[in-house]
């Protein structure tokens, strides 16, 4: 996530030698000129991921399960908020988004910081602080089965001055160290710096998250947040069994996708069927994190229409280990970006993007504002597992179901849409959401 901020040959002749030699030195000079204009090797020294202090005074077992219920509960609000403006796949990562907007309320006062704690369901800075770094630490733990990073960063105008208490909790919280780079004269080479920080974190799965002329003479900060994972399901998906079957993306409308098949016998899945849906858990190995699919029994708006995070928890909480025999899900694999600001806005944080917006604990100062939240995210999931990147930057400028009989044996058939989401198995911490209405875009 992005989020912007403003404030105001030897047997030529000689003649034919002397020349094509000019040709090729003209031909270096210009490859040297355009090198070191844009080569990664000349930008500033790129921010690396750093492991913010924890402070353990202010975490609680509590702490932590509320700032998770408040991504989650985000996560699902915004998820409903996207579906009114679209009717194909989506696609993001909640925590990128949080994390991004964690480091602007770091420095936001009044209605401002008002509204990004309701929108993001943030508590008091001194509870934030020190549970978001449990949960960014717990992310970036090492040696585990799976690939799972994130990060963020700053990017400040050279000769704009931040305060240094911000510059200070930012880092120690939120591990976002700033780099200087000059939006007025090199906007261009400051864009690619930014865009290529974050292709380095999502491994090169998210590009030119910075579109050309986003930034301009007046952007004063860009603060950004990269998430990178790829794992393998602990029991994968035979590939030879994969066949182009029928998805149906409306009673109207069926289209041909491969549809993933595991057949299974002895191995217990998370599992829970109500008389509208059906639910199923695929862990990825490590057991750390896992993908829940929820599969509407009958159309998706209206499993939609009725999605919250109590209704959520209540799906979760049906969920019991049952021998799934039969397991259907297409492969699939997609791109999102998103602009956020209207999202965000009819959510309720309206004050960040005006004349109106208070981030003077960033810079002392009123002359701040939101000028564009730009959020782009991947999606590829297949018979090994799944792989999945999001980045968020912004950019700111002067200026009760009932059970009912199960079948046996038990069969789940991704074969018509489905919202997804992948999770953190401990706390049930959404790292990515979406839903799938045609696998084969």
């Not at 301009?216 to 998906?237: D, H, P, R």
């Not at 190995?285 to 959520?312: F, H, R, W, Y």
């Not at 005006?354 to 003077?360: C, L, R, V």
């Not at 401990?426 to 990515?432: A, M, S």
Request: net charge positive.
């Amino acid at each position: 996530m992005l989020i912007v901020f403003h404030a105001p040959n030897h047997t030529l002749t000689s003649g034919a030698l002397q020349i094509r030699t000019w040709v090729i030195l003209l031909l270096i000079l210009a490859y040297c000129y355009f090198w070191f204009q844009y080569s990664p090797q000349t930008f500033p020294q790129l921010p690396t991921l750093t492991k913010p202090k924890l402070e353990t005074q202010n975490v609680t077992k509590k702490g932590v399960e509320g700032l998770v219920e408040a991504n989650n509960t985000f996560a699902l609000n915004l998820y409903k908020t996207l579906i009114n403006k679209s009717n194909s796949n989506i696609f993001y990562s909640p925590y990128s988004m949080s994390s991004a907007l964690a480091m602007t309320y770091e420095g936001a006062k009044g209605q401002t910081a008002g509204e990004i704690s309701q929108v993001l369901g943030f508590p008091k800075l001194e509870e934030l602080r020190s549970n978001f770094t449990v949960i960014y630490n717990e992310i970036n733990k090492t040696n585990k089965e799976y690939k799972l990073n994130t990060g963020n960063a700053l990017w400040v105008q050279k000769d704009y001055q931040l305060l240094p208490e911000y510059l200070s909790n930012v880092a120690k919280y939120y591990g976002g160290k700033a780099t200087n780079l000059d939006f007025v004269k090199e906007t261009e080479k400051s864009r690619v710096t930014i865009n290529t920080y974050i292709e380095k974190q999502t491994n090169d799965k998210i590009k030119d998250l910075i579109p050309r002329d986003l930034l301009t003479a007046s952007t004063s900060l860009v603060l950004t947040n990269a998430i990178y994972f790829k794992g393998e399901w602990i029991w994968q998906f035979n590939e030879k069994e994969t066949k182009n079957e029928d998805f149906n993306i409306s009673l109207l409308r069926k289209i041909k996708a491969p549809l993933m098949h595991l057949s299974n016998k002895e191995t217990y899945f998370k599992y829970a069927e109500t008389s509208e849906m059906q639910a199923i858990e695929l862990p990825y190995q490590g057991d750390d994190l896992s993908m829940l699919i929820i599969l509407p029994k009958n159309n998706l708006q209206d499993t939609e229409k009725k999605l919250s995070i109590n209704k959520l928890n209540e799906w979760k909480s049906l969920m019991k280990d049952e021998k799934v025999e039969q397991i259907y899900l297409p492969k699939f694999k997609f791109d999102t970006k998103y602009s956020m600001v209207a999202a965000l806005k009819n959510m309720g944080m309206k004050a960040a993007f005006s004349s109106q917006a208070d981030f003077s604990g960033i810079n002392g100062s009123k002359n701040l504002y939101i000028s564009d939240v730009i959020h782009q995210a991947f999606v590829q999931v297949d018979e090994q597992g799944t792989e999945a990147a999001a980045a968020t930057a912004i950019m700111v400028s002067l200026g009760s179901a009932m059970n009912v009989p199960k079948p046996k044996p038990i069969i789940f058939r991704a074969d018509h849409p489905f919202i997804f989401l992948i999770q953190q198995k401990q706390t049930g911490n959404i790292l990515f959401i979406g839903r799938v209405i045609d696998p084969t875009l």
